[in-house]
């Protein structure tokens, strides 16, 4: 990718990561473009959550390094890294809403946790975030009382209610029909707008990527082999690009 006139919010570098005998990522180098959103492609499997978990201090290497703003996070104790992740949110690819708390509640832990707001203040900011994504009507619902495509909005809401830098979505659209997964996909960009922040998105849907995506960076194989705009990722001569892009059975990738 050109690094020209590119700010650069979040690095790994040559990062490696077994679990047990398996190597999910090896040698992977991967940057995060201030101000986009990036998302990020490849086979089932292959590693892509790995990487937000990674770029979260949920996951650390075991060769290489993370860095967030320029501070190398494998090295951090858990206070310092705790104040890195106050900049950065994971939304989960379930949602991961607590069903005995009203999704007002929900999207309010992390100002709880990281505030010293008052209740009135944290209501007001709550009620802010669930509006952003379309949702200031079930403020007082149970997550139970929502349809997937709402769930998924609530956990959007959390996360980006502490105003993150970067935000990190994994498999925002994974199960959804075809009309939510447009709802979700607009729901992003206009979030980024709101926040004027960053994201990294994990998923499958190929023209929802390319409706939000500033940069696409393919994994295969444990690293990216691929990260470039959006367009010149789409017209791509790499043949396990254009493999993967055409949903063929013919090519490099082994079926």
């Given at each position: 990718m050109n690094q020209d006139a590119r700010k650069v919010i979040a690095?790994?570098?040559?990062?490696?990561?077994?679990?047990?005998?398996?190597?999910?990522?090896?040698?992977?180098?991967f940057d995060v473009a201030e101000g986009a959103i990036?998302?990020?492609?490849?086979?089932s499997g292959a590693g892509k959550s790995t990487i937000l978990r990674l770029l979260d201090g949920l996951l650390l290497p075991s060769e290489g390094h993370v860095y967030v703003?320029?501070?190398?996070?494998?090295?951090?104790?858990?206070?310092?890294?705790?104040?890195?992740?106050?900049k950065i949110s994971l939304s989960f690819q379930f949602s991961a809403l607590l069903d005995s708390l009203t999704v007002g509640e929900n999207v309010a832990l992390p100002l709880r946790e990281h505030t010293k707001l008052s209740e009135a203040e944290i209501r007001?900011?709550?009620?802010?975030?669930?509006?952003?994504?379309?949702?200031?009507?079930?403020?007082?619902?149970?997550?139970?009382?929502?349809?997937?495509?709402?769930?998924?909005?609530?956990?959007?809401?959390?996360?980006?209610v502490t105003r993150p830098d970067l935000v990190?979505?994994?498999?925002p659209t994974t199960g959804l029909d075809p009309i939510v997964t447009n709802l979700i996909t607009d729901t992003?960009?206009?979030?980024?707008?709101?926040?004027?922040?960053?994201?990294?998105?994990?998923?499958?849907?190929?023209?929802?990527?390319?409706a939000m995506a500033d940069y696409i960076?393919?994994?295969?194989?444990?690293?990216?082999?691929?990260?470039?705009?959006?367009?010149?990722?789409?017209?791509?001569?790499?043949?396990?690009?254009?493999?993967?892009l055409q949903g063929s059975e013919v090519g490099p990738i082994p079926i």
């Open positions: 690095r790994i570098d040559n990062a490696t990561l077994a679990f047990g005998d398996k190597v999910v990522l090896k040698n992977l180098s990036t998302c990020v492609i490849g086979l703003r320029g501070e190398d996070i494998c090295h951090m104790n858990e206070e310092q890294l705790n104040r890195v992740r106050q007001k900011t709550v009620l802010d975030a669930l509006d952003s994504v379309g949702l200031a009507h079930t403020y007082d619902n149970l997550p139970n009382e929502l349809s997937g495509g709402m769930l998924k909005r609530a956990g959007f809401a959390r996360a980006i990190l979505y994994d498999e992003i960009l206009k979030l980024r707008q709101k926040l004027h922040g960053t994201a990294v998105v994990i998923s499958h849907d190929l023209p929802s990527i390319f960076a393919m994994l295969f194989e444990g690293a990216i082999i691929a990260c470039d705009t959006a367009e010149s990722i789409r017209s791509s001569t790499n043949p396990i690009v254009q493999q993967f």
